[in-house]
């Protein structure tokens, strides 16, 4: 086996979609399905279970998508030190929000395509919520998101921003709202909330904080549904404040004024600490570390 076979393996093992990582690698089907089974007569073992509808990986295949993984880290390492010059080469794998593009990346990334101009960046965008699992996958190599309670162990952060976690409620109808002598009345005003996430965790810790089972009406995926959601008028949603500033529908929804304040975002860049050994990861932690200096 080589390792484009490996990568070729890792990437099938994440998409767990035949016909998506074809695509993505610009290989044939047939050929994909073909390097499959070469891999899978030398390990000795079936790495995918397959029929018509679904993929997923067997145990073995989840034993092997940690050496590739492993194996593909150390050839990028031994790559890099084996190079006369002195250019940082390679490919590094980000995984944020959209809005985390929009406000928090432009200048770390300008700084870091400056240093180091030979580094390939692939971008993937979706749910923060979604940030922390991908990364602990191994599906990306850096993820920008809202930082836990409690630091998980075998990671690495950097705070960029704090961030407001806000209620808001549409402006074309507040009357969504069931109030009384102006207080919100929890059993019949329709609540929106994240299907995961620290956002979902915090919502439901303020509401078991004062004692209210509230009537949720949606769990949603994704910052952007939740505001749209609100738009239209289902409901009271919780986003972090610097999503809203960020949306274009932020006109179409207000933040609602409550006490006490949900516990807001602090907003990071992360990684798992076995992967600073990558000379890419460790470069762009650098370029993220000044940049934060320089900011102060």
Known sequence: MNIRELELFKHLATTLHFGRTSI????TASGLTRTIQRLEIEVGEALFFRNNRTVSLTQAGIFFKEYCEETISRWAILQNRLKSDTTLRGELTLYCSVTAILSVLPQIFGRFRKTHPEVTIHIQTGDAAKALPKLQAREVDIAVAALPDHQPEGFEFITLLQTPLVFILSTSFPDIIS???STINWDTTPVILPSEGLSRLRGEKWFAEKGIRPRIYAQVSGNEAIIAMVSMGCGIGIVPLLVLQKSSLKSEVEVVELTPQLTPFTVG?????KN???PVVEAFWEIVEKEMADSL
């Open 24 to 27: 993505d690698c610009h290989i």
């Open 179 to 181: 109030s009384s002598y």
């Open 269 to 273: 860049v992360c990684t798992l600490r």
């Open 276 to 278: 600073k050994r990558n």
